[in-house]
């Protein structure tokens, strides 16, 4: 059963690069019932092992991995991994964030989480490496390792995407630490890992700073583990099957949302701008950005009249949908909407809405065959369903 739909419409303003129009005859876009005898409690994010078992695995906030067949009449989940006893819970924002598989995952059945817990009475960002047990669809909880752990002053702003990249190295998103305006300046500031995206090789335990990250051998106190920096609370960040470009989604203050392309020791801006836009007021920026230079600006971004939390997705690469082959599909939290974003290599960006849901999106995610899925909250945290993209 499809439950809402909409059509591609021309782009919503807020950027200032040049905006094409979408064709008028462009396909209408609907989300529909991905799992109809599947129920979810909070999830927070949806991946594929791409292991050739077509499986899929649904992180559910407050600490569970469910698995299961990726077959619309699937009638059970089955528990992968239960880390309630060890998630931290307390704030809106916290508790089992992200999951990742390494490319081999399939001989090596190691992967990789994301959560917020408490430690010497301290929150923290734990990332951890488990195994899968004697059985594949269930993990092994004893095995876990952490492979590094992130002080949290406040219960907000804590990332939590975790990602391998084509390279083979993982990718984790931290946010800024918390409250609002970055009170500690923490996103400039190179001797923290808050407000970064930091890149590991994790091929040896618990891991190694790659030869080639932009901060590395650095005198200055800047943390090794860097590869981006400025950047607020990214909520769910991607690599592009085919190219390997690196796409995030980034939680504005109270005026703009963003969609970044994330390079190699490039800083994307905040607490300094917001958007494209100085952040005001002007007082309460870091004192850093007085010294800032070469600010990346966003790939897109858009104003509180369309949505009021980005949530990134993911370059579509499957076959289902070929209009959108090479856009990137993302969408906005609080108000339900669903884009694709497309940017040339000069820059040149080009958004179309696909549709305007009445979900309160979560995450999104990718088969194995890279078709588009949706996860949704409850207002109530009551059970909600996974949701699949597609076409009228």
Known sequence: MRLVRGVAVAALTGCVVPVASPAQDAPAYAIEDAFPSLEFRRPVDLQSPRDGSN?????????????FDNDPGVAVSNVFLDLRERVNRDGNEMGLLGLAFPGDFARSKTFYVDYTASKMLRRITRVSRLTVGPYPNAADVASELAVIEIAQPWSNHNGGQVAFGPDGMLYIAMGDGGSGGDPRGSAQDLSSLLGKILRLDVSRHPYTIPADNPFRGNRDGHKEEIFAYGLRNPWRLSFDRETGRLWAGDVGQVTWEEINIIESGKNYGWDCR?????????????????????LRDPAWAYGRDQGISVTGGYVYRGSALPDLRGWYVYAD??????????????????????????????????????EVYICAHDPSNEPTRIYRLVAE
Do not use: K, M
Request: charged share 30%.
């Open 55 to 67: 499986r899929l695995f649904v992180v559910e906030q407050d600490g569970v991995i469910r698995v």
């Open 274 to 294: 917001e958007g494209f836009h100085d952040y005001e007021p002007a007082d309460q920026r870091s004192p850093d950005c007085g010294q800032a230079r070469d």
């Open 333 to 370: 939290y609080g108000s339900g909407r669903v884009w694709a974003l497309r940017v040339g290599d000069d820059g040149a960006a080009e958004n179309r809405l696909l549709v305007d849901t009445n979900v309160l999106i979560s995450s999104l995610g990718c088969d194995e065959a890279g």
